[in-house]
């Protein structure tokens, strides 16, 4: 792919194992060192200092929210302040109950287990953490047929730290299980602000407050959107500027990665360009809209929509996607009916 042709991935709030490894570089490692999220962080606080307190294990920990706003940097720093191994696994990578058995008999006291995806776990696993989160036993099935026998396995104490995206599909047996729930909302410019100037000073790089500003304003409200275009930064210093990450390597960067002012990407305005040039704002089902712009209906659903949404960009009616006055706006466009300018 060209640089003209942008990178469709500069705005996912995924992370994929290259960006969880740029990613591990900029964590914080205390919760004093966490930006943002101040009620959940002032939250954590309580419940640690108390477990420290008693010297017993925290209760389970649910966080919910949407990608790239730190749920696993805070199951990393609810380790590290219990100081307990981290296991890290996800719903979708825990086929069978046996594997789940597996993980949770090699733990330790005082270990903390990271779930991520944890509303994707299958029915029988779900069942078997149900009874190891609240008795601190799991049942293992030896055998198969009327030979089958179960036997019962102690667990060490531990904590689950559960992160989802999704908190609605979670069944209420398994959330009742948690002794707290923080639900992670999107970061303000200024805080975000923040999140840059301690990851370019982990880079040894210094950033220019503009810069900065310019940087938070773009970033979806995401630290992990932020830092990935604060690395693109300064790769176009490096390369194209004079070293310098300032204003002017800022909108270089930008540019080159086709990142506007709103924080839309190339697919971002692909989709929004559909609804206001070939269907005349909408109504229109996803399936053909991701056939026009190229890309598979879950892209478009968990990539670009829910950003569009948010600014108010594209509404989903039951008819299908429209787009907003404010998504012609944008792009410079007349809306269907109005008076254009240019005659």
């Known amino acids: 792919m060209s640089e003209a042709e942008g990178d469709p991935a ?61 749920k696993t940097t805070l199951a990393m720093i609810i380790a590290a302040e219990v100081e307990g191994a981290l296991r890290l696994t996800s719903g979708p990578a825990i086929q069978h109950a046996g594997d789940l058995a597996a993980i949770l008999s090699s733990l330790q006291e005082h270990d903390v287990l990271f779930i991520d995806e944890i509303h994707r776990l299958a029915r029988p696993v779900e069942e078997m953490l149900y009874l190891a ?80 500003r310019e940087l938070a304003s773009r970033s979806r409200g995401t630290p992990r959107i932020a830092n990935r ?5 300064q790769d176009f210093a490096q390369v194209r500027g004079n070293g310098e990450l300032d204003l002017a390597a800022a909108h270089g960067a930008l540019e080159v990665f086709e990142v506007d002012r709103l924080g839309l990407d190339r697919l971002d305005r692909a989709v929004l360009h559909a609804l206001c040039r ?5 109504p229109v089902g996803l399936s053909t809209l991701a056939m026009t712009v190229g890309e598979e209906p879950e892209t478009i659903e968990t990539v670009a929509e829910p950003f569009l949404v948010r600014e108010g960009l594209v509404v989903r009616t039951p008819r299908g996607r429209t787009a907003t006055t404010a998504a012609y706006e944008h792009l410079g466009l007349a809306q269907p009916g109005e008076a254009t300018l240019f005659g």
């Open 229 to 233: 275009l604060l690395r693109r930064v």
């Open 278 to 282: 070939r269907f005349g704002g909408g």
């Open 133 to 212: 989160m609240e008795d601190y036993r799991v049942d293992v099935i030896v055998g198969k047929g009327p030979g089958a026998t179960s036997i019962p396995l102690t667990l060490p104490a531990f904590t689950v730290v559960g992160a989802t995206t999704r908190s609605g599909l979670l069944p209420a047996p398994l959330r009742d299980r948690f002794g707290f729930t923080g639900h992670l909302e999107f970061y303000q410019p200024a805080e975000l602000e923040q999140v840059l100037r301690r990851s370019a000073n982990l880079l040894s790089a210094r950033l220019h407050d503009d810069a900065a």
């Open 10 to 70: 500069v705005m996912d709030t995924a992370a994929d194992d290259v960006e969880r490894a740029a990613e591990a570089a900029l964590r914080p490692k205390r919760l004093d060192d966490f930006v943002g999220q101040e009620t959940v962080r002032d939250q954590l606080s309580l419940l640690l200092g108390a477990a420290r307190a008693r010297g017993t294990p925290p209760d389970h920990v649910l966080l919910s929210g949407p990608p790239g706003l730190g």
